[in-house]
């Protein structure tokens, strides 16, 4: 069992920066790997950026790539998006996930995410 709590969501101009957490507890020695996914009401929730436990492999998301970092701070059980120049259509609620062997995904309750000016 694996829980996921995300916060850092919030209202920033276009061009700004935010930056998400994610706190994992739980059977957190069985996490594979970890991302972030956004949804906008009405659509799928599609992936943003993915960050594997051990090695610390990222993949991106075109539209993230060169704006966006993802990290993982193994002590703490965290895991980060670190999300720069924010554009309007960023906005979306962004929710953290996990993979383990048993489980394909865990998700977060969701943190909001908007840019407007």
């Known amino acids: 069992q694996v829980q996921l709590v995300e916060s850092g969501g919030g209202l920033v101009q276009p061009g700004g920066s935010l930056t998400l957490s994610c706190v994992a507890s739980?059977?957190?020695?069985?996490?594979?790997?970890m991302g972030w996914y956004r949804q906008v009401p009405g659509k799928q929730r599609e992936v943003v950026a993915t960050i594997t436990r051990r090695g610390g492999r990222t993949m991106y998301t075109d539209s993230a790539k060169g704006r966006f970092t993802i990290s993982r701070d193994n002590a703490k059980n965290t895991v980060y998006l670190q999300m720069n120049n924010l554009k309007p259509e960023d906005t979306a609620d962004y929710y953290c996930?996990?993979?383990?062997?048993?489980?394909?995904?865990?998700w977060g309750q969701g943190t909001q995410v908007t840019v407007s000016s």
């Open positions: 996930n996990a993979r383990t062997a048993t489980i394909p995904d865990y």
């Open positions: 739980g059977s957190i020695f069985s996490i594979y790997v």
